[in-house]
């Protein structure tokens, strides 16, 4: 059984930092896609940031909107998948959810349909 299990969420004041975690189980970790998705109240779920486990170094993809503060990163040893968020402002106000696709390159990384498992999801709240 595919298990995606989010953490790291909660409230901090703007220009603050967290660190979201997504463990994988039950899955084939290597050479998948793996996302990040948020979505806040009376929006559309929207793609963050993306990594592609295989290979070495694996591949990075961000929305506009996070490059510069958000990084994404794996511990392969752990199946784990890490978002350091940084610099949030208020708008980064969300449900974080993890998302996996795989075996899978990360292209079209940033539309929903084309991950086959999601986590329960990490809310995250930023007050000004």
């Known amino acids: 059984q595919v298990q995606l299990v989010e953490s790291g969420g909660g409230s901090v004041q703007a220009g603050g930092s967290l660190r979201l975690s997504c463990a994988a189980s039950g899955y084939t970790y290597s050479r998948a896609c793996m996302g990040w998705f948020r979505q806040a109240p009376g929006k559309q779920r929207e793609g963050v940031a993306a990594i592609y486990t295989g290979g070495g170094g694996g591949s990075t993809y961000y929305a506009d909107s996070v490059k510069g503060r958000f990084t994404i990163s794996q511990d392969n040893a752990k199946n784990t998948v890490y978002l350091q968020m940084n610099s949030l402002s208020p708008e980064d106000t969300a449900m974080y959810y993890c998302?996996?696709?795989?075996?899978?390159?990360?292209?079209?990384?940033?539309?929903?349909?084309?991950?086959?498992?999601w986590g329960q999801g990490t809310q995250v709240t930023v007050s000004s």
């Open positions: 998302a996996a696709d795989g075996p899978s390159y990360c292209n079209g990384w940033a539309f929903r349909y084309k991950y086959n498992y």
